[in-house]
């Protein structure tokens, strides 16, 4: 038994480095004792609470709990309501043999990435390629350390995997809107991405448009039927269809005179206009989405060349300046870090400021095979992903936790840069 197990690993290089990228994570989960601040805490006592069968509530810095008849929709609940089921099943405590569970999910959830990242990288640049992007992936400090906290970037890359797998194989576009619309619950930033899959589908040649429209049609369908339920709980609970409170909040924090290009306190501006919706309870956070989205609104049309340099900003902060998000695996209280997270960062700044050179690299490439030779194919999809998320990015907020779930499809771009540039390199060094 053994035996035949180490002659599959030779046969497929794949499963062996796989395999090393999950006993990495499980070292890494049971040697660092993440604590969940901020976002993280506010997932895992969300997912608890529901779990609990105390409804979806506010709750406020730093623990979060629950406030009594005052529901939440600041973020979406695919990421609360999924631990939310794996709490219920293993039980919940504030912080008992759940928390470890949710580690071990994002392990499970992981495992499921490394293999469709190979499968589909293989698919379409070949075994090679895709073997230096399972390297690059598996062996990555952020995609191992990312395990031992309890966030929705994990799931979300999963989900995304899972759909572009299927789509690209299965194609059913039922099962894959049901996927996409699970997704869009997980992160607000995905709350459009449907619109990917749309636009691809029609720009896709040799398919009639009657095919195309029976295919989206079936796709809508699905993703409506998902996020639905979602719409109406928030009508029932802040009588407005709303996708999530979060919007107003974030795009008003990135847009206005005090903005960093990334998330400052809006309660600590001069003469702030949203102390107003502070209480002592937190903030009503409907007002603040409300009103946030008008003041940036105003603020973007009044100051058009701030709004550009701050956009530009966004994006420098996500892939150069605060490549910092490894820092929140290595939270062991609140406000309290690890001795070795200034290390990590500096580790993290070292070895993806290049990942990310060479990712704009491919995107170049892309972006000019598609213009030049009308090319439509999987890199085609690639450079969608990539123009959708910057774009985001650019209106919203620069933030390395938007770019972290597309390590893995950016991975397949980088994979394709180092090979082809060791290919020109090794002909050099031999002529």
Not at 164 to 190: A, D, S, V
Request: hydrophobic share 50%; proline share 5%.
């Amino acid at each position: 038994m053994i035996v035949k197990t180490l002659n599959c690993f030779k046969k497929r290089k794949y499963l062996a480095l796989i395999l090393v990228g999950i006993i990495l994570r499980l070292i890494w989960v049971f040697a660092m004792p993440t604590f969940p601040e901020t976002d993280f805490m506010w997932y895992h006592v969300k997912g608890l609470e529901l779990s609990q069968g105390k409804g979806f509530l506010y709750g406020f810095y730093p623990h979060y709990i629950g406030i009594e008849n005052l529901p939440t929709a600041f973020r979406p609940i695919g990421y609360p309501g999924t631990l939310a089921i794996l709490y219920f099943i293993f039980g919940s405590s504030f912080f008992g043999i759940e928390f470890m569970m949710a580690k071990l999910f994002n392990i499970l959830l992981s495992t499921l990435i490394m293999f469709l990242t190979y499968k589909l990288a293989n698919q379409f640049f070949g075994k090679k390629i895709a073997l230096i992007t399972l390297l690059l992936y598996a062996l990555s400090p952020l995609a191992i350390t990312y395990n031992s906290i309890i966030c929705s970037e994990l799931l979300f890359s999963a989900i995304l995997m899972l759909s572009i797998y299927l789509y690209f194989n299965k194609n059913n576009p039922f099962l894959i809107g049901l996927l996409i619309g699970y997704l869009t619950l997980i992160r607000p930033i995905g709350v459009f991405i449907p619109l990917i899959f749309v636009l691809y589908e029609f720009i896709k040649k040799d398919i009639n448009l009657k095919h195309k429209v029976k295919y989206v049609l079936s796709f809508a369908v699905a993703v409506v039927l998902v996020v639905t339920p979602w719409i109406v709980r928030n009508y029932m609970a802040f009588g407005e269809f709303i996708y999530s409170t979060n919007g107003g909040y974030v795009f008003y924090v990135n847009n206005n005179d005090y903005a960093t290009g990334s998330w400052s306190d809006p309660f600590g501006y001069p003469d702030s206009p949203m102390l107003e919706y502070k209480t002592d309870e937190g903030f009503d956070e409907m007002a603040i989405h409300k009103h946030g989205t008008e003041l940036a609104k105003e603020w973007i049309k009044s100051n058009p060349k701030r709004f550009v340099e701050l956009a530009f900003l966004r994006i420098a902060n996500s892939y150069w300046y605060k490549t910092d998000d490894i820092k929140w695996s290595l939270t062991v209280g609140i406000n309290q870090w690890h001795p070795i997270a200034s290390k990590a960062v500096k580790l993290e700044k070292l070895l993806y400021r290049p990942f990310y050179i060479l990712l704009f690299i491919y995107i170049l490439y892309a972006i000019i095979r598609f213009i030049r030779f009308r090319k439509i194919d999987f890199t085609t999809f690639i450079l969608l992903i990539f123009l959708y998320f910057n774009a985001m990015m650019f209106v919203l907020e620069g933030n390395p936790r938007y770019v972290f779930p597309l390590h893995p499809i950016y991975s397949m771009g980088v994979a394709f840069i180092i090979f082809n540039l060791s290919k020109v390199i090794f002909k050099t060094t031999n002529e």
